[in-house]
């Protein structure tokens, strides 16, 4: 598995995540192929249902078949079981809505980028504090691309992902990248009334234009 690093940089190389769940695992698969046709090379796909964990499985066997370069995360994680479960089965990033010290430390342990919640500027900071490479400042739809500008004042080199609130315009994306994100993570709006994988690569790929250029070292 890719170290920590490499994740990260796959990540902010194209910082536009979807966020997803669904209960079938064959419709699954073909959001997953059809964000990756579009030019994603991340998804997020969270654990909300009864049989996410197989699905989750199904999904890996799918990204390790026909999707080389596409990071597959996990999100809602609450618990170190929970995320050690996952990253056994290839998670290669661990997302939470909180922040929890457990989790934090299974993720540091496989060497697992760890992406904790947080919603104000002292609980953003903590968690880089504990070790997050990413926080996931969340929801951003309560916060908004001000909170953001304010938060880049005392904290101008913490990544922040946000989650929650950013729809798939080229306005929404202006005004988080703008307001000074690293990564986007874009859920139902993403797929709102895209049924159809064709339709949701259709989506996807011009969005690709409205995203930051990773930066050249």
Not at 99 to 111: F, I, K
Request: charged letters at 15%; glycine letters at 10%.
């Amino acid at each position: 598995m890719p170290s920590s690093s490499e994740t990260l940089a796959a990540l902010l190389a194209v910082p536009l995540v979807p966020v997803f769940y669904h209960a079938d695992a064959g419709y699954a698969a073909d959001v997953v192929r059809a964000c990756y046709a579009g030019g994603l090379r991340a998804f997020e796909f969270t654990n909300r249902g009864g049989n996410a964990f197989e699905v989750f499985e199904a999904i890996g066997q799918l990204v390790a078949r026909e999707c080389p370069e596409l990071v597959l995360g996990i999100g809602t994680i609450y618990r170190a079981a929970e995320a050690e479960r996952f990253i056994g089965a290839g998670a290669r990033f661990v997302v939470q809505p909180v922040t929890t010290p457990d989790v934090a430390a299974t993720c540091q342990y496989h060497d697992v980028p760890w992406v904790p919640g947080a919603q104000t500027l002292n609980e953003i900071f903590r968690a880089s504090e504990m070790g997050s490479p990413l926080v996931k400042v969340f929801p951003g739809n309560v916060v908004g691309p001000e909170f953001i500008k304010a938060v880049r004042g005392p904290l101008p080199g913490v990544p922040l992902m946000v989650t929650g609130g950013v729809e798939p315009t080229e306005a929404s994306l202006h005004d988080w990248f703008g307001a000074g994100v690293n990564v986007v993570g874009i859920g139902s709006q993403l797929f709102k009334g895209a049924a159809d994988p064709a339709a949701i690569t259709a989506r996807v790929q011009p969005l690709l234009q409205f995203l930051p250029k990773p930066k050249v070292e």
